[in-house]
């Protein structure tokens, strides 16, 4: 049979290659095992499709933002504008909101509202159109951020998590938005 994997790199005009084949061979069927007990990853835009397939109306949409990047932000509020745009237009009764928890959360500070223009007005347009936007106080005050250091249209709930699974107790839905 075969070596499984063969690694093989060139340094300094060498070539060194190195055989996990008879050495993995033994260990294959728990490594086959645990990779197919890994869930498959599923992404915000699958979750609305499967929402929108459904007959009936959830009775609200809770979008969770959780990213070590501090610019996500721009990249993922017009994703979830756009989920709601869609599950409005076949759930118009849905109520929807938006919990950041992340290091995303520190564009939306009073400080930023300049240098971060477009997303306080993403903001402020979900805020306008009855989407409440939290963001976590404790990990906030990780970083020595407080609940005075975000505008008035940020909600600052105690704990993301908290705040996600206040909003699951009434029923909304869960989509993880990456």
Known sequence: MADLLIIASTRRGKNYSLRFGSLMRPFMPLLLVAL?????QVTANDDVERLLARTEA?????????????????DLLP???MAIEKIRARFPQTEFAVVSH????????S??????????????????DDVPVHVCETHAGWYGVSAEDFPEYVNVSPTGPGQISLYQ??????????
């Open 79 to 81: 994703r979830v504008q």
């Open 169 to 178: 107790e009434l029923g909304y839905e869960l989509i993880v938005v990456e």
């Open 111 to 128: 400080k930023y509202q300049v240098e971060n223009a477009e997303i306080h007005q993403q903001v402020q347009s979900l805020v306008s």
């Open 36 to 40: 197919a007990s890994i869930p498959a």
């Open 58 to 74: 959830p009775a609200g949409v809770v979008f969770e933002i959780v990213e070590a990047d501090e610019d996500a932000l721009e």
């Open 102 to 109: 992340g290091r995303e959360e520190f564009a939306l500070q």
